[in-house]
């Protein structure tokens, strides 16, 4: 007799018996029975897959959120932390502006402490200390962000500046001082809270963090994001920091990137001025690179990156964990390169030693126009910040006046209010504008109002702002036309909310008058090496220019 199944019975074969064997199953009275009982279908072959997969999947997110929940605190543990105010003054409060919103000051520090094993072979001198505590601080910058995150300024204070060190005390180390005239660099020496309280002493500015590298710091840094690219404008080599370069465009990493950002005999007149030059040259560059796609979306190089970072950084306590530095990280990002401004606070030699330098009047209105979250970016001059040797013109600076009833302005609503768009356009026309803008909502949601305007149409955006009361601040250079995106910082009326609250301080041309102001999109523009007998090679004085031909059995930096 065949079976359903086309096989004889009583003539299985192994796999058969297999089959069959499960309908003889024994009762529960050891009997067997002959009644079949009704099989559970067996899952398809493609839920099979399906299973298998989604128990991988479910593996792989724990195992990715426990490599995840690794490295977030594998990062907090590499940061060093101190207290803003440990042992030193105030640092100020920042302003609030109409909508509540706080620009961010941090003052930046490069120490030449010799504070770690790396720091000493990098920088020498450890030879009979080792490893040493302290140090000054030989860079130092002052970051500021504006309270709507579309622009930054970013001023460096040279280290040979006279100043009143204020009484402070190192937490840490427990070294004091009552407080002393003397290099603004050497506060650091009581900790980095009594650098910062020197700097808003002398400044005026609140500082809300800081951020502190050494030697080792520069280096890993500047491999993390695969090299920096700087330019030299002639043949150089500093025999202080060791910078050996010939002229033109070279991509600095490790070690040649730290002998750049160190050399202050090799750049300008030889003086910590020209040092703070070339730094702005690098960073800018350094920043470019953060800012490219290649950089920050490319996941090894953002653990890199973080991990140079967070083992390169002391930060105060305000910053002190990886969830903070990556919110302030988000904030610079947000700020185009072409507004970023690069800045040297204004000095003056000093009448009683020719080797330091004093604040010279003129800062006091750079320093105003950073308490006053003012930006320095020009958009009136068309960016011409990016003339190294050239003041900023002022922000606030107008084209000739062009007339309303020939501007059309398309607008979009950039906001989740509806109606938003078509109530600013209907008030457009209303004011004189012509009818033939359009209307409707923007790409997705914005939290800054911004105002676009193409080529040859900056004097057309002046009168839309002027006519809304939107700051200068909001204009941006981009596509063809006007196009007015309406941003969460203007959820209601017709005319920009705060527009006219408070005046805006001395016009942006004088702020920036003699600090070597330029922006952070230029590149190509190259360090200009001293013309000037600044080193020596075997007791005999020459210029960096002369000193690299003398030195040709030595290798270039980026050699």
Same mark, same amino acid.
């Given at each position: ?48 897959? +399906? ?193 050996? +370069? ?11 990137? +730290? ?301």
């Amino acid at each position: 007799m065949s079976d359903l199944r086309g096989g004889t019975v009583g003539e299985t074969s192994p796999t058969d018996a297999k089959a069959v064997a499960p309908r003889h199953r024994a009762s529960a009275g050891g009997a067997r029975t002959g009644r079949r009982r009704a099989r559970k279908k067996a899952p398809s072959r493609g839920k099979r897959i +399906l299973r298998t997969a989604a128990m991988g999947l479910s593996v792989l997110i724990l195992a990715t959120a426990g490599a995840g929940w690794w490295f977030y605190q594998h990062l907090n543990g590499n940061l060093h932390t101190v207290s803003l105010t440990d042992g030193a003054g105030g640092a100020g409060k920042e302003t609030p502006d109409a909508f509540g919103r706080t620009p961010i000051n941090i003052l930046v520090m490069g120490s030449d402490g010799r504070n770690l094993e790396a720091d000493c072979k990098l920088g020498g001198g450890c030879a009979k200390t080792g490893v040493q505590s302290g140090g000054n601080a030989d860079v130092q910058m002052v970051v500021h962000i504006s309270a709507d995150r579309s622009n930054a300024t970013m001023m460096s204070i040279p280290r040979d500046t006279l100043v009143d060190i204020p009484a402070c005390t190192d937490q840490e180390t427990g070294a004091s001082t009552p407080g002393y005239h003397g290099m603004i660099n050497g506060a650091l020496a009581y900790g980095p809270a009594c650098q910062v309280a020197t700097v808003h002493q002398l400044t005026g500015i609140p500082i809300d963090h800081f951020v502190q590298l050494g030697f080792s710091g520069v280096v890993t840094m500047s491999d993390a994001v695969g090299g920096v690219g700087v330019c030299v404008s002639s043949d150089v080599y500093d025999t202080y920091s060791h910078l050996k +370069l010939s002229r033109g465009e070279h991509t600095l990493k490790g070690e040649a990137a +730290l002998q750049f950002v160190r050399s202050r005999h090799g750049f300008g007149d030889g003086s910590d001025l020209g040092r703070t030059y070339s730094q702005h040259i690098f960073l800018s560059s350094m920043l470019r690179k953060f800012k490219s796609a290649g950089t920050l979306t490319n996941p090894a190089a953002v653990y890199r990156l973080a991990d140079a970072a967070t083992k390169a950084l002391t930060v105060d306590t305000g910053l002190g964990t990886v969830k903070k530095l990556v919110s302030l990280a988000a904030d610079v990002a947000r700020v185009p390169t072409d507004r970023i401004t690069f800045t040297t606070m204004q000095t003056v030699p000093d009448p009683d030693d020719e080797n330091r330098v004093v604040l010279a009047d003129a800062a006091k209105s750079l320093f105003a126009t950073i308490v006053a979250d003012q930006s320095l970016t020009g958009d009136a001059g068309e960016k011409q910040a990016k003339n190294t040797a050239s003041p900023t013109p002022s922000a606030t600076a107008t084209a000739s006046p062009a007339p309303a009833s020939g501007i059309a302005v398309d607008v979009r609503n950039g906001t989740t209010t509806p109606g938003r768009a078509s109530a600013i356009g209907a008030a457009l026309v209303e004011a004189g504008f012509a009818s033939g803008g359009t209307t409707g909502n923007a790409a997705g949601t914005t939290d800054t109002t911004t105002l676009s305007y193409g080529a040859g149409r900056l004097a057309e955006a002046q009168t839309v702002a002027d006519a809304l009361g939107l700051p200068s601040s909001h204009l941006e250079r981009g596509g063809t036309g006007l196009t007015l995106v309406i941003g969460g910082d203007w959820t209601s009326g017709t005319s920009y909310p705060g527009s006219g609250a408070s005046p805006e301080p001395a016009d942006t041309a004088s702020a920036a008058a003699g600090a070597h102001a330029r922006t952070a999109d230029t590149s190509g523009t190259c360090a200009e090496v001293s013309p000037y007998k600044t080193v020596e090679i075997n007791g005999v004085p020459m210029t960096p220019a002369q000193a690299y031909r003398a030195a040709g059995d030595k290798a270039d930096s980026d050699g």
